[in-house]
């Protein structure tokens, strides 16, 4: 992939600039916490996006994906924002920084990535952390880890319409190789858990179901999680978000939210107490709790939150079958993959299952991808 920026790069701009990349990320455990406050256990990925990249001397960027083979020009003022909805993602980038008091003059850029779009591995989070840590090396910004991270997140609520929390970004930019991170995304506290399981595997199964998370469904679940945090907060005022209310508060409310507000909030609440419980889990080494826990989150997703499809659900309950320790729907649901704890001996069976079986029922293969937990946002020499 370097080389064939590098080569793009020269033919439309001539010479070269600076290399950057970012990660997409996959999240053990710990979906859709993020934006009620609560925490979340992601991890950097070996796969993400690439760019070169170099100042020229304009008040305009130069921007070209190899992916979409598209060519934009564009100025940083708000009222110059692309037509293209994959350049807005950098626009909205520069825009972030200008915001924060940031330098950002013209560049020119090219990039690449192998995240599989639509598949929930956050290309999007990648793509804005890439550039916010490039234009903050660029420019000299000296914009710390967080406001990256930061810079990804309103990125996303103010240029491309979604309310996302701030883990796919926060993963993307503090990624480190062998290590998933338990984020609070109330406080932003995190940790690193080394995580290399010896004898299992994390197998995504790709359902190439496509999702759009720019969809109203993404954000209705938002909106249900705060009309129930606001019900629970007229009894206790002291709570922030929906990650610091109990179970029995939720049920002091049953009466007073819509059944759906009440799912939504209640797959929340047991969600928060999850993640918890992995992390516990993995110290121990228990993997079987850590697998049970996932098998649970699904059933929330898909039953409470209601995020999953029958193509995940096929999937989800393949695994079972297969024995596979803990499978669960990953990322904003809709579509995508999910995310496998599978045993080394189970693993090719597994496989074999879920292609044959898949194929027979849906008419088209999955697709399957070994998960690296790897770095996050840096430059490369």
């Known amino acids: 992939m370097k080389s064939t920026i590098n080569q793009k790069f020269n033919e439309l701009f001539g010479g070269h600039g600076r290399m950057f990349a970012s990660a ?198 938002r909106e249900s999680c705060e009309r129930a945090s606001a019900a629970i907060k007229k009894n206790h005022p002291e709570i922030d978000c929906l990650s610091d209310c109990k179970r029995v508060w939720l049920d002091e409310v049953r009466g007073e939210i819509s059944q759906e507000d009440f799912l939504r909030a209640e797959y929340v609440i047991g969600e928060v107490q999850r993640v918890l419980d992995v992390c516990d889990a993995l110290e121990r080494g228990d993997y079987e709790t850590v697998g049970e826990l996932m098998y649970q989150t699904h059933f929330g997703l898909s039953r409470l939150y209601e995020v999953s499809c029958e193509e995940l659900d096929f999937l989800n309950k393949l695994a079972r079958k297969c024995d596979v320790t803990g499978s669960r729907v990953m990322g904003g649901g809709f579509g995508g993959c999910t995310i496998n704890l599978v045993k080394d001996e189970l693993y090719g069976a597994f496989i074999d299952a879920v292609n044959t079986q898949f194929t027979q029922k849906f008419g088209h293969a999955p697709k399957i991808y070994d998960v690296v937990i790897s770095d996050g946002a840096r430059e490369i020499c």
């Open 24 to 221: 997409g990320r996959v999240n053990l455990i710990g979906e859709h916490t993020d934006y009620n406050g609560g925490y979340v256990f992601p991890g950097a990925i070996d796969c993400g996006i690439m760019a070169e990249i170099r100042p020229n001397g304009t008040s305009k960027v130069r921007l070209y994906s190899i992916d979409f083979q598209e060519q934009v020009e564009f100025g940083l003022n708000e009222e110059d924002k692309p037509a293209q909805s994959w350049a807005s993602y950098v626009f909205g980038v520069c825009r972030e920084t200008i915001k924060r008091g940031g330098k950002v003059e013209g560049f020119d850029a090219v990039f690449a990535g192998d995240v599989p779009l639509g598949a929930g591995l956050s290309s999007s989070a990648a793509l804005e952390s890439t550039f916010a840590f490039a234009l903050n090396e660029l420019f000299g910004n000296g914009f710390d880890k967080f406001e990256l991270a930061k810079i990804g997140q309103s990125t996303e609520h103010n240029y491309c319409g979604v309310k996302c929390g701030i883990m796919d970004q926060f993963a993307s930019v503090f990624g480190r190789k062998g290590s998933l991170i338990r984020l609070n995304c109330k406080t932003l506290e995190y940790k690193y858990f080394p995580f290399d399981p010896q004898g299992y595997k994390v197998v995504l199964v790709d359902s190439c179901v496509k999702h759009e998370l720019a969809s109203s469904a993404y954000n209705k679940r």
